[in-house]
């Protein structure tokens, strides 16, 4: 048997990393968020039974921000240094926006994407109430973006695994805008609290006018 070699050929990148003490700065951003957000549910792009602000969190005058972006801003260092493009990330060269996102129970996201978009991620501020036993609650679900994929059956299903995850406090992901994604329904009572995010390599005036 000659010697095998097996490419992972288009793997996706999904990148995730928890800050540990994270406690005061997400209570500041969860009431920073509660001020804002009104008492019923409204639908706004990708959400449903939920709450969406405008894309400007950034802006938001609040002693939580800097913090928050300097989190985002490590985020990308790190996916791009993940995915080997570290000198221009250390350059400065992007543009972010971000916009808060509120569940209530019985909330969603819709399958969408932010693919006019370099990166894009989440940052979870407080994961509202646990639903014990139930492995789908309020999960964000990555779609396989490969064509055709599922339909041949192929000894072991080495091609149908989901990729989930379990809401974090502290937890932020990064993932290729092109990367198709849904949020399962949110059980808990407690509203569930996180910040979304977009990346831009673009001419800021050009991504301003980019929507995910
Ligand atoms: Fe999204």
Redesign the pocket.
Known sequence: MPKQQVLPAFATPIWSCVWEDSEELNAGLKRMILERAPEEALTHR?NVGGWHSEQDLLRWQDPSVPPLVERIKAGINGVTQATKGMEEAAAGGFFMVAWANLLRQGGY?QV?D?NKYAW?GVYYVDTGDETPGDELDGRIEFIDPRVGIGWPKVPGDPFKQRTRFKPEAGRMLMFPGWLR?YVHPYKGEAPRISI?FNVAFNDPKEADSLQP
């Open positions: 990708s996201n969408h932010h894009s994604h979304a």
